[in-house]
């Protein structure tokens, strides 16, 4: 593998919009860990899916402008998170219908129409009916909504690795990458059938789709640093990318639990996640 300095081939970050200023601008500083060299395309991992390009960046700006007009972001007070739930639903009621109102604001709840239907034409060979089923049409044993965490990253935060909780999250979680690209590390929690670690670079309009194995028995998480070594497959060249602000959102669903379980020490050990640059 070569290495080169330019981002040549990469997906550039959307620096014009107010979500990703004024931490958008790149920044040179050193990461002081050994940083990675991520894939632009996942391995096979049992339920895990990764498409580049899944949302245009017409897409893209259009539902960062709409998550702009909802003022839930105010990264000089350090608010970078957000979270917005849709309605309850259980098991016994009729199939989940993503066309009826959940409790989601409008955008939120035409991005996951549009997700689901472009998951079931366009990526029809790849995602079957039993994978549509966990991510929009879940039948558990508990009551469940939607859950939808909206983040934002400067350069040199990440999350720390993890499984998302699993007596709080149901199957199927989905990530959706704006604004600037950035490394996912995915290890498993499992040492066998040779399975290995790797890096991921989640390019503005992926999406990556955690299901099965991929979210029961692999962590995932973002290191803390300030630019990703992306591998590139064409030249076999490795590229140095500098990180700008990255916003995602997370889509899972979230079961609902008595009021006297671990909700709100669960809710603690979700957020605390996020880390820094030390
Ligand atoms: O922001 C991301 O890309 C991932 C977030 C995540 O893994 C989580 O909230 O559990
Ligand atoms: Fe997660």
Redesign the pocket.
Known sequence: MQTANDDDGQTESDSSSPLFTPEGSPSPSPAKEHVKVALQEAPFVEGLFHFNQFLSSEECQEIVENVIDCHYFNTDQGRDQAVLFGMRNNSNSKEHDESQPNGLPHWAQMLLRMIEERLRVTYKDTINKDILDILYNPSPETEYTRQM?L?I?TPGQG?AD?I?IPHRFLDG?M?L?FGSG?S?DFAPTKNKDGEQAFSLY?QPGSI?ILTGKSRWEWT???PAQTYDLVHNKQTDQVHRIERSA?F???I?WLKIQPESSTNTNDDIA?SN?RSHQT
């Open positions: 965490i983040n990253y999350i993890h998302d979680i990530i990458s950035i996912m989640l990556c995932h998480g973002i990255r995602s959102i997370t899972r979700q996640l």
